[in-house]
């Protein structure tokens, strides 16, 4: 699949806006007036630019306004119905929360109920997909989910310290957590990926022609000489070599190096805001590579039609 | 109207015979000229004269190297078009219900003016029947020419989609599938029509038919040895032969 | 917002579909299918097409159109349209022209071409591309004088059209057909799409749906051989081969039709056996020149006039002066029957099992002779014999350049319309069918004519079918007379002239330099010439002075193509849906086996540039010229423009360009002038059909209602039934000067390749190329084939098609790509005898295993078409010209052949021999670089919305 830009900014900031609000949500978050504005306006600001940009992703967004009517049956409805639910109770509980300095629990719980839905429903926009064999698994709304809990720690975790707030540390050690599960779940999730062909998927070129029962069925001619919008959309080809590479840059960036600088934040009480700063920066670039990786790495069953991501093994697990 | 209909009093779709299909791209063209000018924005065209020419199609005509068992590999050719699903998935996961699918006679169809362009229809397609169009910024699809299988304006005979009535080769059939006699049923009921990825449990109204088996030999082929009854292996036993043959003119 | 839940939408189920229909002919290829124009009003107020669809009452298309036909809009509003006459400003093939107005173009060209007709015609070459105007440019050419006009048919079929008209007085090509309706069993031979495009689709339909077997000969196994039930993957050039071994095999099973050999063929003529003698080999006649035969029951000499005669097939006789002769029959089967022709002895070279050509034959004869057809048709033949029923042998065939385009292909083409004959199945139903003006025997061909003198016309057609080396068109010395050598020994039967030769021959001055090049829709810079690039080079020649050695080059395009660039004085044409055409039975018409057709175009929406229809242009050409019959005699032009010319001129009496609605408009074929015609083909969808009487239908050259019919219509002036030539006198003739007698003797050179290629029987020898070369060293043929959905270089202009073909990779057989080492992807060089290219490859199993392939005429000049910088067709799709040349490689006699059948002078495009080795990475770009152009006409618009216009 194209790994649009607008789409992974978004599902990587939103979720990691979303987690801070539930925590916030469920009472994490600290006393002061700067740590407190500083949180709601990072919570607010990351689930919002993230929906901006899945609005830039729109070819005509004059007319998203509709994407609410159908909230019965369509995933992407739904997650715009949440996420807008989401923001409004948590505006409404941080509007306590900031100016009358007060926690109402039940808003700020419910709050958090909705950003985890919200989360849910936008990997479920994924996990929906019977076309893509990749995405159309359980896995996908665990690892929204635990990326979404970890990123949301390590930013709360971080804001608490630069303010000097209490809990830094205990959030910090749960972030800690948080992100060996979220990559012991994406692990999974790749693990399974890595054995997710179309063909075994049962959507390789024979199924997908049905001509594999006369032989083995090879693409000889497409239907045009350039590349049109299905193609660039779902049959994007990502190199071996540079899939290898960027998982690298995801692990290493999204788990390796977080963890190194959380642990010695968390034991060495030495520059903990500046190390769990450094540690979120290089969360977020992981998470980047991690999601072109989920969009570049996914093929579509429409690939086949072009003969396009039929040989098995081509996702390496690592 | 996100939802699809229950049942549909009617399920017009195509059979497209892939034994007869020469891969002309007839279909396509005309698909394309016609949709051009109905049903909603016109079908576009960018860099139409540059590097990268890529336009907005609502059928493709692939063509594919079929390699049986112990025999020469064949050609296939191909044509891709909206399927009208019955458990379409592309209407169930847009958002906006632009998407929609016709209780009146399960035609498949996007309400434009209600599009905003997010393509998680066309990722929804297991066939690709989906194209965003980049000049208009909305999804476009085969409409199986609802503009024209009810238009007035049309003499009856050719109330049947564009590409339909141009195939020379006759290789794509129109008409209802619920009617289990109608010429299209039938059709599928004796040459075995096929659905593309059943296991995606789309549940496809258009259907496909194999191509026949590649013959080695004429199906009488008992006769084919016949003349050996008189064979002349030799020349002069074809002059002795000749004779009789001639006398047989008398 | 909107409501949350919405309602299915209403829809206009019914919209108007347009403001008006107009029914016009396509010409997005030369099929000439019906079409209805639909256009709708603009916000301006002007007219735009809007949608074309196929007519459903015509005769061609019955409504179904192709790809290229429905993408008709496109090339209609095609940026690459030329807007104005141009003249060039830049040095040839830079494309820099300045616009000039109309009078001023038509004011140069009369300036040129003026001092040539008053002194020396023949220094005016015209020759003309794919248009369907022939019958009028070649009167054009002849009112002008020059001997040195022909079309394009040289480069393109001609050995299909001669190898049918000298045996059967027809062919495949447009000449007939397939019996859809009837036929069993149909073998199709090295077609891709052809020129009746549409009606061999609906044809293979038909037989598919009554279950008739389809066979397909050729190496590769696309389109109508990806549909075919059974693949014969030949090796290329060796048809003949294959062809005369399943007649080998049909004569040894004695399955053959002899009574209709011994009734409809020259099989029972006897040939005279008197080895050395100056008619050996010629027909046995008597006083009156009728042929002779053997009479069965007298055992003696008889005129094949005769009806009482009962021929025999076999059999010796003495004439009366004493020598023997053996009749047509016997010959033939004594040849055939050769062990070189046995299944076993051709199978390697064919790349066919000898089992698989024995079943084939067998096949073919059950088909022919099991399952024969009756019609209970009562008919009578030419000679007054009644038959009560038409006997139908239900196996047919059809073939076109995959055997015709090779040094080979007349003798192929000849092999193969045996086949027919011996079947019995030409034209019996479930047979071939002719289509008027044809059946039409060779001699009822004009001769072609040289005979030019200052201020005259020609004393004669230019092209025609020479019948011995009497009609040869050569200086006492043996010169050839015209510039592209046409009807010299180099190619005594070239019934079409031989376009490719013309700029070879005119750069080198061989026989002689010529002062005017005129082309019209010809791109022979490009797709239509062998050695393209060194076509540009001769175009651009210059001689020590500095001038070119072509010195005036005019052409006629409608687009801006990669010839434009290299012409002085462009006459920029319409599109075809802004002209008048004719598609006349003087030419080349539209019939169907049924029925006679013509058709016309007409202006279906206004002009919005200024150009103008060529053939307008050359009425008015004519007309400053002083052209007889292009005056009157006060010297004031006689036809106003194209349209006047269709409805006013009369070739014959009564016979003008269009056979509908003549005289009062109640006469057809034969009447006066209607000045109200062209209405009336209008109001009847642009086609006018003459339908042939139940009676007259089958069995054409023998019977006689149809003769009578065609003598009504028009076709020809008195009944002209004739018998086929199993055995052909003409080439004979020819064989016997190689042989040393006549006058007319050929240079010894020649010799021994007239009399292999001239035999009076038909033959197979191995193209020529194949056997020049060093076969180690370029053991791999390549050819091309026509994509359905473009046709030649035209198509590259239009939005929709060049999505579709922008590019051609080369297709490699697998286990070739194995040995070099391919892979999908790749590029590769390949390496004729005469040039290298580099170009993309891609991997196939579907073709024959000696045997690479490409889409024809994809690549493109850089600049041309309108197309913007980066155009794949520039980038990525390429030319397989540049490989071939239009000579052979040399030979130890120090002379260099032209590469074409030797009796016909057809190019012959397919001998082509190449290798290929893998190109580095860092080498995937084309190669070679042809340059570029600067646009006349700028590049096209970004983006295309067609339909925008209308829909405000
Ligand atoms: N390698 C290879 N080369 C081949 C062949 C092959 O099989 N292989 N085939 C050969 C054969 S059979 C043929 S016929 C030739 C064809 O070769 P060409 O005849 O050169 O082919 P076209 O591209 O059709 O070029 C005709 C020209 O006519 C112009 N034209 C189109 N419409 C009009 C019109 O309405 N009016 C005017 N005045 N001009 C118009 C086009 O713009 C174009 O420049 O190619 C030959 N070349
Ligand atoms: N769409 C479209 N239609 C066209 C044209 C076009 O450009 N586009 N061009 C028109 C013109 S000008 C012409 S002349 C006709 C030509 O019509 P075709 O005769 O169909 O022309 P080609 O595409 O050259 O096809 C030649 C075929 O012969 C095969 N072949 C080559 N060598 C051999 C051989 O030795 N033996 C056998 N058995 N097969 C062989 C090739 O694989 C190919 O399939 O088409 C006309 N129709
Ligand atoms: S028009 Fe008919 S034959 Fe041609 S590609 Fe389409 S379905 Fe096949
Ligand atoms: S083919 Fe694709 S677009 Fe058409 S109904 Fe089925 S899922 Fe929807
Ligand atoms: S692109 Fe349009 S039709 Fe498709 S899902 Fe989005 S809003 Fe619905
Ligand atoms: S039914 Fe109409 S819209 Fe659908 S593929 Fe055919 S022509 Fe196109
Ligand atoms: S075959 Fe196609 S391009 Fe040729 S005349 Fe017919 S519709 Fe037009
Ligand atoms: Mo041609």
């Keep these: 699949m194209h790994p649009a830009l607008s789409v992974i900014v978004f599902t990587t900031l939103s979720g990691i806006g979303f987690g801070l609000m539930s925590l916030l949500g469920i009472g994490l978050g600290g006393d002061g007036l700067a740590f407190r504005w500083t949180a709601v306006v990072l919570a607010y600001g990351f689930a919002v630019i993230g929906l901006l940009s899945s609005v830039a992703h729109l070819k005509s967004p004059g007319r998203a306004i509709y994407a609410f009517s159908q909230w019965r049956s369509s995933w992407l409805s739904r997650e715009g119905v949440l996420s807008i639910l989401t923001l409004g109770v948590f505006g409404l509980w941080a ?224 | 109207m996100t939802t699809l209909p229950q049942t549909t009093n009617r399920k017009l779709g195509l059979v497209i015979d892939l034994d007869v299909c020469v891969g002309c791209h007839a279909c396509a063209v005309a698909c394309k000229e016609w949709n051009t000018g109905a049903y909603g924005a016109p079908l576009s065209d960018m860099d139409a004269y540059g590097a990268e020419p890529s336009g907005t199609w609502l059928n493709r005509v692939h063509s594919y190297e079929v390699k049986p068992e ?56 297991p066939y690709g029947a989906r194209e965003m169009d980049m000049d208009a910024g909305v999804m476009k699809k085969c409409t199986l020419c609802v503009d024209r299988i009810y238009n007035d304006h049309i003499p009856q005979e050719d109330r049947v989609p564009s590409c339909v009535r141009t195939c020379p080769a006759n290789a794509r059939h129109f008409g209802d599938f619920a009617d289990p006699d109608s010429a299209v049923s039938r059709m599928v009921a004796e040459r075995g029509g096929y659905d593309l990825m059943p296991e995606q449990g789309t549940r496809p109204v258009n259907k496909y038919l194999q191509p026949r088996p590649k013959v080695d030999a004429m199906p009488a082929g008992e006769g084919c040895g016949k003349h050996d009854a008189h064979a002349p292996a030799t020349p002069g036993g074809l002059l002795g032969w000749l004779d009789r043959a001639l006398a047989a003119l008398d | 917002m909107q409501e949350i839940v919405t309602a299915e939408p209403d829809l206009d189920l019914s919209p108007p579909v347009s403001d008006a229909v107009r029914k016009t002919t396509c010409y997005m290829c030369a099929c000439r299918c019906g079409i209805n124009v639909h256009l709708k009003t603009g916000p301006d107020g002007r007219e735009i097409v809007s949608y074309i669809e196929g007519n459903r009452d015509h005769p061609t298309n019955k409504g179904v159109l192709c790809a290229k036909g429905s993408a008709g ?38 300036d040129w071409l003026k001092p040539i007709r008053e002194t020396d015609p023949k220094k005016l070459a015209f020759f003309t591309g794919r248009d369907q105007s022939q019958s009028f440019t070649s009167w054009w050419a002849q009112a002008f004088g020059t001997p040195n006009y022909a079309a394009h048919g040289g480069f393109c079929s001609v050995n299909m059209a001669a190898g049918g008209i000298y045996t059967m007085g027809g062919a495949f090509w447009e000449f007939g057909t397939a019996d859809w309706d009837r036929t069993k069993y149909f073998m199709i031979f090295g077609v891709a799409e052809d020129h009746d495009s549409n009606p061999i689709k609906i044809g293979l339909s038909k037989l598919k749906q009554r279950g008739a077997k389809i066979v397909g000969v050729n190496p590769v196994r696309t389109g109508y051989n990806a549909i075919a039930d059974e693949w014969v993957g030949i090796t290329p050039g060796t048809d ?148 009560d029923k038409m006997i139908g042998r239900p196996v047919s065939f059809h073939a076109m350049r995959g055997i015709s385009a090779h040094s080979n292909g007349f003798q192929t083409a000849r092999a193969l319309h045996l086949l027919q004959i011996l079947l019995g199945s030409v034209e019996t139903p479930g047979g071939f069918r002719f289509k008027p003006p044809y059946p039409k025997p060779v001699e009822g061909h004009p001769k072609p004519h040289t005979g030019h003198k200052p201020n005259t016309p020609l004393d004669g057609p230019h092209l025609g079918y020479p019948l011995g080396p009497d009609d040869l068109q050569i200086d006492e010395d043996g010169t050839p007379r015209r510039i592209d050598k046409a009807f010299s020994w180099e190619a005594p039967c070239s019934a079409h002239g031989m376009m490719h030769m013309v700029i070879a021959n005119a750069a080198e001055k061989d026989p002689y330099g010529i002062d005017v090049l005129f082309l019209y829709m010809a791109n022979m810079a ?125 070739r014959r009496p009564g016979v003008g360009p269009l056979a509908g609605w003549r005289g009062d408009g109640e006469a057809h074929g034969r009447g006066a002038p209607n000045p109200n015609q062209l209405n009336k083909y209008i109001e009847n969808g642009g086609v006018f059909t003459a339908h042939i009487p139940e009676e007259a239908q089958l069995f054409k050259p023998w019977n006689k209602a149809y003769q009578d019919w065609a003598v009504a219509i028009g076709l020809f002036d008195k009944p002209a039934p004739y018998l086929f030539s ?145 155009a794949p067709e520039t980038e990525r799709g390429f030319l397989l010209n540049h490989l071939i040349h239009e000579l052979l490689p040399p030979k130890g006699d120090g002379m260099r052949w032209s590469n074409s059948d030797p009796v016909t002078g057809q190019a012959a495009w397919f001998d082509l021999r190449v290798r290929i080795e893998k190109a580095e990475a860092e080498e995937h770009e084309l190669a070679p670089d042809t340059g570029s152009q600067t646009s006349p006409v700028g590049t096209g618009p970004k983006v295309v919305a067609y339909g925008k216009a209308w829909k405000t």
């Design chain 2, 70 to 125: 112990d025999k020469p590999a064949q050609i296939v050719h191909f044509p891709r078009s909206c399927l009208h699903c019955e458990d379409a998935p592309c209407v169930t996961v847009c958002p906006t219900g632009a998407s929609y699918k016709r209780s009146e006679d399960g035609i498949v169809l996007v309400n434009e003016d209600r599009c905003m362009g997010c393509g998680l229809c066309a990722w929804a397609c």
């Design chain 3, 526 to 650: 490009w797709n239509s010439s062998m050695n393209t690039a060194g076509t540009m080079e001769m175009l651009t020649r210059t001689d020590e002075n500095g001038d070119y050695v072509i010195p005036k080059i005019i052409y006629s395009d409608a687009y801006s193509s990669e010839m434009v660039a290299f012409a002085d004085l462009i006459l920029p044409d319409t599109t075809y849906l802004e002209r008048h055409d004719c598609i006349s039975l003087l030419d080349r018409p539209i019939s169907e086996p049924d029925a006679a057709a013509d058709a016309i175009r007409w202006p279906v929406v206004e002009l919005d540039r200024d150009v103008r229809g060529f053939q307008s242009a050359l009425i008015d050409l004519g007309a400053r010229l002083g052209l007889p019959g292009f005056v009157e005699e006060d010297g004031s032009p006689r036809y106003r423009d194209y349209a006047d010319y269709m409805v006013r001129h009369e």
């Design chain 1, 95 to 318: 509007l306590a929360y900031l100016f009358m300095d007060r926690n109402i629990g039940a808003l700020g719980i419910l709050a958090a109920v909705l950003a985890v839905v919200t989360v849910y429903s936008t990997s479920m926009v994924y996990a929906q997909l019977r076309t893509v064999p990749h995405w159309a698994t359980w896995l996908t709304p665990a690892v929204f989910l635990a990326f979404g809990a970890a990123g949301g720690l390590m930013l709360l975790a971080t804001l608490l310290s630069v303010f000097g707030e209490e809990g830094a540390r205990p959030v910090a050690q749960f972030a800690l957590l948080a992100l060996v599960i979220a990559w012991v779940v994406k692990a999974a999730w790749w693990q399974r990926a890595a054995k997710t062909t179309l063909v075994a998927a049962g959507s390789g070129i024979g199924e997908a022609t049905g001509l594999g029962r006369i032989g083995r069925v090879r693409a000889f001619e497409p239907p045009h000489t350039s590349p049109n919008y299905l193609m660039r959309e779902m049959a994007f080809e990502v190199g071996r070599k540079r899939a290898r590479a960027l998982r690298r840059v995801a692990i290493g960036a999204g788990v390796v190096l977080p963890l190194f600088l959380v642990i010695l934040a968390v034991y060495l009480p030495i520059a903990t805001a500046a190390l769990l700063l450094l540690a979120l920066v290089s969360h977020i670039a992981g998470m980047l590579a991690e999601r072109w990786l989920f969009f570049a790495e996914a093929r579509h069953a429409v690939a086949s039609f072009y003969g396009i991501g039929q040989a098995d093994g081509d996702v390496a697990f690592l």
């Design chain 3, 240 to 387: 003949g081969l294959f062809i005369l071994a399943l007649i080998h095999e049909l004569l040894r099973n004695g399955s053959v039709d002899v009574s209709y050999l011994v009734r409809y063929t020259n099989a029972p003529w006897l040939v005279i056996d008197d080895p050395g003698a100056p008619d050996h080999g010629l027909f046995a006649r008597n006083e009156d020149g009728h042929p002779l035969v053997l009479d069965r029951r007298s055992g003696e000499p008889a005129s094949s006039e005769d009806n009482d005669v009962r021929p025999d097939l076999k059999g010796e006789v003495t004439l009366a002066d004493g020598r023997r002769a053996r009749p047509v029959f016997e010959i033939m089967a004594e040849t055939y029957l050769g062990d070189d022709y046995a299944p076993a002895a051709v199978a390697e070279r064919c790349g066919i099992e000898a089992g698989t050509i024995a079943r084939l034959a067998a096949e073919m004869a059950y088909a022919a002779f099991e399952e024969e057809i009756v019609l209970d048709r009562p008919w009578t033949d030419w000679r007054g014999r009644k038959h």
């Design chain 3, 726 to 870: 199993i055995y052909s006198e003409p080439l004979r003739k020819f064989q016997l000067a190689a042989e040393g007698h006549g006058k007319r003797q050929p240079p010894d050179k020649m010799r021994a390749r007239i009399r292999q290629a001239f035999t009076p029987l038909p033959t197979w020898y191995p193209p020529f190329e194949g056997e020049l070369i060093d076969k180690d060293a370029y053991p791999y043929h390549a050819l091309t084939q026509r994509p359905a959905a473009m046709y030649h270089s035209w198509g590259s202009q239009n939005a929709w098609l060049r999505q579709i073909h922008g590019a051609n990779p080369l297709y490699v057989p697998e286990n070739i790509a194995r040995k070099v080492g391919l892979e999908d992807g790749d590029w590769a060089w390949v390496t004729s005898h005469h040039g290298r290219i580099r170009v993309p490859v891609h991997i196939t199993a579907a073709s024959n295993s000696k045997t690479m392939w490409t889409w024809n005429a994809i690549g493109k000049r850089k600049g041309a078409w309108a197309l913007g910088k980066g």
């Design chain 3, 73 to 110: 809009i496109m090339q209609h509003y095609s940026p690459a349209r030329l807007r104005k006459p141009l003249r060039r400003k830049g040095p040839r093939g830079s494309g820099e022209f300045e616009e000039i107005s109309w009078d001023e173009a038509l004011t140069l060209a009369t």
